[in-house]
């Protein structure tokens, strides 16, 4: 019995002697797991970041393609609404030529329709993004079509917005055409958008012309003339639209 004491004090204090060391033991093992559960965590993290930038980089070049597909669709589906609404009054014609001579250069364009297909001098064109010019002469299967960057050509115009003036589109450039004649007196509010007035009976009323971007007086010091940002790429058409019939509000 005494022997059987003796043992177990001795297995207690060797337990005993043993924990301060097992515990140490046991909390650097803890600590060593713990920081490789966390660099493995960390390096799970970067590799999840960095699949996930990936991703994010890889979504960007989709969405840049299809916002490209849906700019293209939007400008087809334009084209064609202008074709259906407009069917029964203007006709379709593709861009032959740009410019006839050094005097006229980019001031006219030749278009593959003539007067077997019903046009004639005087005709208005436009494209959907709004007004091109007036059909200047014809051949039997062309026609000649003066800009509206030709100072020989007046288009009425009117500003939009209440009680906004009225004004004699003429000439300028691809870039900046010119108003002038302003009604006097009237309002004429900064960045307006600029519409054909119908005033005149060559060209309907309501087609885009462009945005007035400068007001001055003239060089006469008496009235105000203004620069329009063309709402048309003349640059970039290469197609036309050629009201057959009659032309604006008379």
């Known amino acids: 019995m005494a022997a059987t004491s003796v043992l177990c004090i001795f297995r207690s204090v060797t337990v005993e002697a043993a924990y301060p060391v097992e515990k140490a033991k046991r909390t650097l093992t803890e600590k060593i797991f713990s920081r490789l559960r966390g660099a493995f965590r960390g390096a799970a993290v970067a590799a999840e970041n960095e699949r996930l930038k990936r991703e994010v980089a890889s979504l960007a070049m989709v969405r840049g393609e299809e916002e490209e597909y849906l700019k293209e669709i939007d400008r087809l589906r334009k084209l064609l609404d202008y074709k259906q ?5 203007w006709l379709a014609s593709p861009i032959l030529s740009k410019g006839c001579g050094a005097a006229s250069y980019r001031r006219t364009i030749r278009i593959g329709r003539g007067s077997l297909d019903g046009v004639q001098p005087g005709m208005v064109a436009a494209v959907p993004d709004g007004l091109v010019g007036k059909v200047a002469s014809v051949t039997p299967h062309t026609a000649e079509v003066l800009l509206v960057s030709d100072p020989s050509l007046k288009v009425a115009c009117a500003l939009e917005g209440e009680n906004s003036a009225k004004g004699i589109l003429s ?3 691809d870039e900046l055409l010119v108003i002038r004649h302003f009604t006097p007196g009237a ?7 600029v519409v054909t007035s119908g005033l005149g009976g060559v060209f309907p009323r309501g087609l885009a012309v462009g945005v007035l971007v400068d007001v001055r007086l003239d060089a006469s010091g008496l009235a105000r003339e203004g620069d329009v940002s063309p709402s048309v790429d003349f640059a970039a058409i290469e197609d036309v639209f050629i009201k057959i019939g009659g032309g604006g509000e008379r």
Not at 85 to 89: I, P, V
Not at 187 to 193: F, I, S, Y
């Open 187 to 193: 309002d004429v509010p900064p960045r307006a958008r």
């Open 85 to 89: 609404r407009l069917r029964e009054k």
């Open 171 to 173: 000439g300028g450039t």
